[in-house]
């Protein structure tokens, strides 16, 4: 069956410019996860959804960072006036309850001039 | 909270020989599950293997096997037999097993390449 998938592959923005991230999590996964990737932190956990319940957000690292799921399903990242430290690889990942593997989508490149 | 150290930045095998990628953690939980994932360069974080902290027995798929010492919080990754295609970045995570959050935490990773 189809994977997680996101959207864009790639995004090259300029600096304080918003820019939206997509997630289609695999058809009747509950648990979606939004992890960064950087050169300088590693893999970091950022935002986590379960069902209906209020996600976590614990990982979010400034208020300029928000994320939303709409129907328990597709999730948008939403950065608001990116700076440089911004450019990171987005991973998304989902599972079907949340005792299961994640599995992980291709990942957004997002470069930040 | 949770640590994962890989202290292997990168590593180089030849083809057909075994390699072993090491991993320790720190946790006081006592449930808990371990992964590792390969990262190619295609971005995509593909599960290699899991183990349950509970289970004594190491887990084993195909060409890779874990040496999982709990009470060391050692979990090492074995290749054998490695194939071109291993060639990949290789991250060990941890995930608790109870609570509300299963978030991952990795380690920062080996580069793995595998010489013809």
Redesign the interface.
């Known amino acids: 069956g189809a994977g997680v998938s996101q959207s864009p592959s790639n995004k090259v923005t300029e600096k304080g410019k918003d820019v939206e991230l997509r997630c289609d999590p695999i058809s009747g996964h509950t648990?979606l996860?939004w992890?960064r990737q950087s050169l300088g932190q590693?893999?970091e956990?950022l935002i986590?959804f379960?069902g209906n319940s209020a996600p976590?957000k614990?990982?979010l690292p400034s208020d300029r960072f928000s994320a939303e799921r709409t129907g328990g399903s597709v999730s948008t990242l939403t950065i608001q006036r990116t700076q440089q430290e911004d450019s990171a690889?987005y991973?998304c990942?989902s599972?079907p309850s949340?005792?299961e593997?994640?599995?992980?989508?291709?990942?957004t490149?997002l470069l930040v001039l | 909270a949770q640590t994962v150290t890989q202290s292997q930045p990168e590593m180089s095998v030849q083809e057909a020989e075994t390699v072993t990628l090491s991993c320790t953690y720190d946790t006081s939980e006592n449930n808990y599950y371990l992964f590792w994932y390969k990262q190619p360069p295609s971005r995509q974080m593909i599960l290699v293997i899991r183990q349950e902290a509970y289970k004594q027995q190491n887990a084993t798929e195909n060409r890779f096997s874990v040496n999982f010492q709990k009470a060391a919080k050692s979990f090492s990754l074995k290749i054998s037999d490695s194939q071109l295609g291993d060639t990949a970045m290789y991250f060990c995570a941890f995930r608790r097993g109870g609570g509300s959050n299963y978030k991952l935490t990795f380690g920062k990773g080996t580069l793995l390449t595998v010489n013809p």
């Open positions: 648990a996860y992890y590693g893999l956990f986590y379960q976590d614990s990982g690889v991973l990942a599972t949340v005792q593997t994640q599995y992980f989508g291709p990942g490149r």
